[in-house]
């Protein structure tokens, strides 16, 4: 898998709303009414990533689900896989 350009992953991340790029990775905080629908979104995401063989890291305190996403066979830097499963997380969160 081949890491993508700043400008390309930059590029991409226009479309995606509240991504961000910085340490080779691209990320985004969500926020929920309360720890069931933080909660709720994790596990489908974790579907979601299941399904595409390419898994996030993230953190969770409560309301707060926060996302990052780089390709480790790509040593840690941003790849497509990453732009494609950030896609997914927001038509989920949607």
């Known amino acids: 898998m081949k890491a993508l350009s700043s400008e390309v992953i930059e590029k ?3 479309e995606l709303s509240g991504w961000s790029f910085g340490n080779d ?9 309360n720890f069931k629908d933080a909660l709720s979104f994790m596990v489908r ?3 979601e990533a299941e399904k595409q063989a390419h898994h996030p ?3 969770n305190v409560y309301n707060r689900v926060e996302i990052s996403l780089s390709t480790h066979d790509a040593g840690g ?3 497509e896989k990453d732009i494609l ?4 997380i927001e038509q989920i969160a949607n």
């Open 12 to 14: 991409e991340i226009e």
């Open 25 to 33: 990775k691209i990320s985004k905080k969500f926020e929920f009414d």
């Open 45 to 47: 995401v974790g579907f």
């Open 57 to 59: 890291e993230w953190f």
């Open 77 to 79: 830097k941003v790849t």
């Open 85 to 88: 499963l950030a896609k997914a």
